[in-house]
C-alpha cells in the first residue's frame, strides 16, 4: 500500500511569508505527526493529530500551527517565516494513539523548506 | 534531560562485518517502546526494529538485531553483515506507553560509514 506522502518536496519562501504543507498518511492510519529536522537541533517533535484533534505539541511558538482533517490527511503552516525556519519537515503516521507504546511511527519523505 | 542519548556521532565499519550502535534511554515509565530508524542522504526516515519494554526476548528483524538490556536502560542495535546501503543516520526513539499522547523522543543519531 502506498507509503506517506508529502508534498511539496522542496519549498523556497522569503522572510515573513507563509507556507501550508501537506501530509497524506498510510491508508488506514489516523495518528499523524509532524516534526522539524536541522543539522544543529536534530529531530524535534512539532505536534501529533488524532481523529482531528491535536494530542500533543512540541515546544515550537504560536506561528507552527496545524491541523487535520477528516480523511486523517493533515497540513501544518507555519506564518511570519523566519530564517532559521529553514529544515526539512517530516510527518509520520501510525495506526493510532492508543497502545502507542508499540505502535511505530512511518515516515513521509519530508519537505525541504529554504528560507531566504 | 535528554531521554535519548546516543554517544557515537560517528561510526565506521567494514563492509560485510558486525557493527553495534548505541542507545541509552531514561524513562520511569514501565510501558514504553523502543524504535531504531535509518535516514539515508536522500532524507526519508525508514523503520527498522522494535522493541517493547516488557518483550523478554531481543527484537530481529532480518540482520538487524536489538540488544535491549532493560536494567542498564540500553537499546544498542546491531547490523550484522554491513552492505555499503547501510550507510546511512541511524536514529533510536522511543515512546513512553500509559497516558494518552506522549510523543515520540530521537536521539542525535549516530552516522555509519560503511567502507568498501
Known amino acids: 500500500k502506498a507509503g506517506v506522502t508529502q508534498t511539496p518536496r522542496y519549498l523556497i519562501k522569503t522572510r515573513g511569508q507563509q507556507v501550508t504543507l501537506s501530509c497524506s498518511p498510510i491508508?488506514?492510519?489516523?495518528?499523524v505527526s509532524w516534526y522539524q529536522q536541522t543539522p544543529g537541533q536534530g529531530l524535534q517533535f512539532l505536534f501529533e493529530?488524532?481523529?482531528?484533534?491535536?494530542?500533543n505539541k512540541g515546544n515550537f511558538p504560536g506561528r507552527f500551527s496545524g491541523r487535520q482533517f477528516s480523511n486523517s490527511r493533515s497540513e501544518m503552516n507555519v506564518s511570519t517565516l523566519e530564517l532559521g525556519d529553514s529544515a526539512l519537515y517530516l510527518c509520520a503516521s501510525s495506526f493510532s494513539p492508543t497502545d502507542i507504546a508499540n505502535q511505530p511511527q512511518h515516515f513521509g519523505d519530508g519537505t525541504r523548506l529554504s528560507i531566504l | 534531560a535528554q531521554k535519548i542519548t546516543q554517544t557515537q556521532p560517528g561510526m565506521f565499519v567494514q563492509e560485510k562485518e558486525a557493527v553495534t550502535l548505541d542507545c541509552t534511554y531514561d524513562?520511569?515509565?514501565?510501558?514504553?517502546?523502543l524504535f531504531w530508524y535509518k535516514q539515508p542522504s536522500s532524507g526519508e526516515m525508514i523503520f527498522l526494529i522494535y522493541?517493547?519494554?516488557?518483550?523478554?526476548q531481543n527484537a530481529t528483524e532480518g540482520r538487524y538485531s536489538l540488544n535491549f538490556q532493560k536494567a542498564r536502560k540500553s537499546a544498542n542495535l546491531v547490523i550484522s553483515a554491513s552492505q555499503l546501503g547501510d550507510s546511512a543516520m541511524y536514529f533510536c526513539?522511543?515512546?513512553?506507553?500509559?497516558?494518552?499522547?506522549?510523543?515520540?523522543?530521537f536521539g542525535p543519531g549516530t552516522r555509519l560509514s560503511v567502507l568498501p
Open positions: 526513539a522511543m515512546r513512553e506507553g500509559g497516558n494518552y499522547g506522549q510523543n515520540f523522543v
Open positions: 491508508s488506514g492510519h489516523r495518528s
Open positions: 522493541q517493547g519494554s516488557y518483550d523478554e
Open positions: 493529530y488524532f481523529s482531528e484533534t491535536q494530542r
Open positions: 524513562t520511569s515509565d514501565q510501558s514504553y517502546g
